[in-house]
């Protein structure tokens, strides 16, 4: 018995022993097989602005499936869905997912930025009958943290893409998708130089043919004056205050070429010259979005009763009636554009128009030649909606057939007024 005791005693301590033996054994095995925690690859070349390591990021932006912050400096894949964090004015990026749905964005126009040829604008917000004209209350609030990189794009667009390797795309394209929050589209117009290049850059007739990716520059800049302007009066204010001088004053050009007046180019035809006539389909497309952009720009610039009155003087609204003339379906969006132009900044009372502006033809008018011309450039304007019109005539709530109506209206009005030798 005392035997058994003793050899008890003396394999108590060996099993203990051994238990922990194993148990020591069974975790270092676990912790070989299981994988270790990814460390960055020491390939990846890093951006380290402070002595501090854990503040360094890769210069190649490595993408996630959730947003995150891109560094001014870091160079970005092609393919990546990018947006604009309207709140801090930064970019995001993340792998994009072509099946991914944002609720947030239903029945919106979305770019996510991966391959855009001659794309087409963001509709203009669409101003509800009955609604209360805008009126401006106060001061543009200052967001509590400011875009750098938004006054970095400003100053590549201040001063052109003449003689100079910046990056005009990616600063035309920032400006686009930041210019419609109030606070920085008065930041765009309140200096002089900026308003010009984005003018020059609207209005140049041999702007380059865009990157793959990209929208062409006088498309983007059109784009930019015309979110600047929306809804934004106290922008249109800083635009109008230097209107004369905007017009006299004239582009850059290379090579040594004439020089552009603004007000030569801004009033210039929106369709091509005769001899042009045989160009390429794309070079048609080009055209027409040209025309298309430029008209919502001058949508937004003609709120201001002194651009509006210049405009009407130098024959701005023969140049939309040309864009109305063409046959060819490829203006159509082009022609929608200039017609509701023509409802909402002149006829359509309901819509904010000032009344009674425009058409020209007026019974009241003194000179008699004046008179009579100005009945025929009405006329011009009823025969292309009307050609419209008759196109399209199984949709009841085309847009031309308003026009029409409310042109024929006037002149049926004016008509009365006058003498029955000019009936």
């Known amino acids: 018995m005392a035997s058994r005791r003793s050899t008890r005693a003396f394999l108590l301590p060996f099993t203990i022993f051994m238990v922990v033996l194993g148990l020591v054994f069974f975790a270092s095995s676990a912790s070989a097989s299981s994988p270790s ?66 609720p947030e964005l239903e029945g919106l126009p979305v770019d996510r930025s991966i391959v855009v040829v001659d794309s087409e604008a963001p509709e203009e917000a669409q101003i509800p009958k009955d609604a209360p004209k805008y009126e401006p209350v106060g001061a543009v609030k200052q967001p509590k943290e400011e875009s750098g990189e938004f006054y970095t794009s400003l100053e590549y667009v201040k001063k052109g893409p003449h003689g100079s390797d910046l990056p005009m795309d990616e600063a035309l394209e920032f400006l686009g998708d930041i210019s419609h929050d109030i606070y920085y589209g008065l930041k765009i117009t309140e200096t ?67 020089q552009l007046k603004v007000r030569d180019g801004f009033y210039a035809s929106f369709v091509r010259s005769p001899e042009s006539s045989g160009a390429a389909d794309h070079d048609v497309l080009r055209a027409a979005n040209k025309a298309k952009a430029q008209v919502a720009a001058i949508k937004g610039l003609i709120k201001s009763p002194t651009i509006r009155d210049d405009f009407i003087a130098n024959k701005g609204m023969d140049r939309l009636l040309e864009v109305l003339a063409l046959e060819d379906a490829q203006w159509e969006t082009a022609q929608r554009k200039a017609g509701q132009l023509v409802l909402d900044s002149f006829l359509d009372e309901e819509m904010g128009a000032d009344v009674g502006v425009w058409p020209l033809f007026k019974a009241s008018e003194a000179d008699r030649s004046k008179r009579i011309a100005d009945r025929v450039s009405d006329e011009n304007w009823k025969v292309a909606v009307k050609s419209i019109m008759e196109k399209n005539k199984g949709d009841t709530s085309h847009w031309s057939k308003d026009l029409y109506e409310r042109l024929d209206a006037h002149e049926k009005a004016q008509l009365k007024l006058v003498g029955k030798d000019e009936l």
């Open 37 to 102: 925690a990814p460390s960055p690859s020491a390939e990846v070349e890093l951006i380290c602005h402070t002595d501090n390591p854990s503040e360094c990021y890769p210069k190649i932006f490595q993408p996630t499936e959730e947003f995150q912050l891109v560094h001014d400096d870091q160079e970005l894949p092609h393919g990546l869905h990018v947006r604009l964090n309207i709140n801090t004015g930064k970019k995001e990026a993340k792998i994009n997912d072509p099946t991914e749905k944002n």
């Open 192 to 258: 002089f130089d900026t308003v010009k290049s984005l003018f020059c850059l609207m209005i140049d007739p041999k702007t380059p043919a865009p990157s793959e990716g990209t929208v062409p520059r006088d498309q983007q800049a059109a784009a930019i004056i015309s979110g600047a302007l929306q809804n934004n009066p106290t922008a249109l204010e800083e635009v109008t205050k230097v209107w004369p001088q905007l017009m006299d004053s004239s582009c850059r050009s290379l090579h040594k070429a004439p």
